[in-house]
């Protein structure tokens, strides 16, 4: 049977992802019959209705899900697809409460024009009253208009017809509402880096994240993944290098062993998806060799406000440790470890390998890369033991940033990497060095010939 | 630090992955805390079988639990619901709020404090 998924109309590459990645967690056999960049429609081929409100439950890009009851690029090519594909449907809702409406994307339509729209499918012989609250059942005719992302709004025709109109009954409304439930607005511990609700939910979903599970964030900040993950009811653990980043200011603790990341999960009601944070750097990471995670979420640090560091002296050079009152200076309260500025391909490596020797099989990696507008399509990092499953993108005029998402292959599979990511980290031992997109950013990404060399520390 | 975590973690220290010495890390001056959580068996189910059961065993007493039994609960032991609670008890309602982990290999120890581990080294140790 074929459903109709109206879709958001934005962050468009990650919406057949999600769906992809929700059908895959449900085990639901999922056919994308239909997908277009500009349209908020999408048709897709689902073994029953149980299937279409199972996956729409879960989605996030995507606002509900209809049963198709006919397509076409005209009302007469529409109506004659409701008529070959449904009558033996239309004595099921002879007596139902029924609602009827007229949906339209980049285009309008009068209340009156939408009135003779909806009466021209009077010969669906619906007898039951007309309820515009709560109907038992209700049907909504989708006309998709050309839209200026398409050709631009001089350049389009006076009074346009609509490209494609579909007839669905309504079956059932997405998890979109989640994306208010955890608004960075409202949410009691951000820092201006965190992840907005709805990626961060996405990103959760691309991992397939569920109840039983174990996820882990490498790079946890305030904790924006956790969160969205355990809303999925999965277990999480997170790390930072920078323990204040999770723990927060001394100055706004509120009373003892309050963790200020801790706070969000009561905020949420998951205090019981919270297994631990813990300070450490992925580079030098205490977590074993063994497979005992079912996904890695994580937005690693860009490395542009403060360039990226793991631990170690700068240089290189060996600092002995000093004994001050009797104890070592590094078991002292307070202590900060020295660190060093790290290169951005080498820290991405660290983490395919992390993923690659702690993801069960089949565990996801799903992982945010900033790059310049001009090296989106350039192949991704890759790893033999993981495979990449999609890739989106985000852009924000002159750069982007991409969500990976890998997955862990059984052992004795091995994913071709000869298409991988080959950029090495230039030699060097400052920040902007070693960065590439910071060295970009700063110069506001104008091609490196055009643009003077930068030593900005 | 919940004792599920202690059972994931060992030595930060390159040179110490390979010694057997430094798994598991070993408790020391631990304030523990029990906090009451929702039971969620198809979690324990699912970790169980990722458990290093030797190294938990050896946490367990170190804490002053029970003693687990000598092998670990697999199949249908794993539907065993008073097992299963046992184990959550154990796994996710235990935390050690302030103390130690120590290195068997290398004698470094780890912090925790508020329930927070640190596991970051000093550049001599990296």
Avoid at chain 1, 76 to 104: C, I, M, Q
Avoid at chain 1, 121 to 126: A, D, E, H, M, S
Wanted: net charge negative; glycine share 6%.
């Amino acid at each position: 049977m074929e459903y109709l998924v109206r879709l958001a109309q934005w962050h468009q590459s990650f919406r057949v992802p999600e769906l992809q990645a929700v059908a895959t967690y449900l085990g639901i056999d999922l056919e994308i019959v239909f997908y277009d960049d500009f349209s908020p429609y999408c048709i897709v081929k689902l073994p029953d209705e149980a299937a279409a409100r199972a996956l729409i439950a879960r989605s996030i890009l995507a606002k509900d899900i209809f049963e198709l009851w006919g397509q076409g690029t005209n009302y007469e090519e529409l109506h004659a697809d409701v008529k070959k594909r449904t009558p033996h449907l239309w004595s099921k809702y002879l007596n139902v409460t029924f609602g009827f409406d007229v949906d339209t994307y980049s285009g309008k339509r009068s209340q009156t024009t939408k009135k003779e729209i909806i009466l021209s499918f009077k010969y669906l012989g619906f007898q039951g009253p007309i309820r515009l609250k709560n109907p038992e059942q209700s049907w909504l005719i989708m006309e998709k208009y050309v839209s200026q992302w398409e050709v631009p709004v001089n350049e389009q025709e006076k009074n346009p017809e609509p490209q494609k109109i579909y007839l669905g009954r309504y079956l059932a409304k997405s998890d979109r509402g989640a994306i208010i439930k955890y608004d960075l607005k409202k949410r009691k511990y951000i820092s201006t880096t965190s992840m907005d609700a709805e990626l961060s939910l996405v990103t959760a979903n691309m991992a397939l994240a569920g109840p039983g599970k174990l996820f882990y964030d490498p790079f946890v900040g305030t904790g924006s993944f956790l969160v969205a993950a355990a809303h999925f009811g999965a277990l999480t653990m997170g790390s930072d290098i920078d323990p204040r980043s999770f723990r927060g200011k001394d100055e706004e603790r509120q009373h003892k062993n309050d963790i200020a990341i801790l706070r969000n999960f009561h905020q949420y009601e998951t205090v019981s998806k919270y297994v631990d944070t813990f300070g450490s750097d992925l580079t030098n990471t205490p977590l074993r060799r063994n497979h005992f995670l079912d996904g890695i979420v994580c937005d690693p640090p860009y490395g542009v406000r403060e360039g990226l560091r793991v631990l170690g002296a700068r240089d290189g050079k060996q600092i002995d440790p000093v004994v001050i009152d009797g104890v070592l200076n590094y078991y002292r309260p307070g202590y900060i470890p020295p660190k060093r500025p790290y290169g951005f391909e080498a820290m991405q490596k660290d983490i395919l390998n992390f993923a690659a020797r702690a993801l069960v099989i089949n565990g996801r990696l799903v992982m945010w890369m900033p790059t310049a507008l001009e090296d989106v399509g350039l192949p991704v990092p890759m790893h033999k033991n993981l495979e990449v499953i999609s890739v989106s993108v985000q852009s924000f005029g002159n750069w982007a940033r991409q969500l990976i998402t890998y997955r862990r292959l059984p052992e004795g599979e091995l994913s071709d990497i000869s298409k991988g990511r080959t950029v090495e980290d230039d030699r060097g031992v400052s920040a902007s060095e070693l960065n590439t997109f910071r060295r970009k950013y700063f110069n506001g990404f104008q091609t490196e010939e055009e643009s003077t060399p930068t030593t900005t520390p | 630090m919940k004792v599920i975590t202690a059972n994931f973690v060992t030595c930060a220290v390159k040179e110490c992955k390979t010694s057997a010495q430094s798994f598991p890390l070993h408790f020391h001056d631990a304030e523990l805390e029990m906090s009451e959580l929702d039971f969620q068996p198809e979690f324990i189910r699912n970790v169980v079988p990722r458990i290093d059961w030797e190294a938990l065993r050896v946490t367990a007493n170190e804490l002053g639990f029970p003693t687990l039994p000598d092998v670990k609960p697999e199949g249908d032991a794993l539907n065993d619901e008073q097992t299963l609670k046992d184990l959550h008890r154990l796994l996710l309602e235990t935390q050690v709020m302030e103390g130690k982990l120590k290195c068997g290999n290398c004698g470094h120890e780890y912090v925790i404090k508020e329930g927070i581990a640190n596991f970051l080294l000093p550049s001599h140790l990296v």
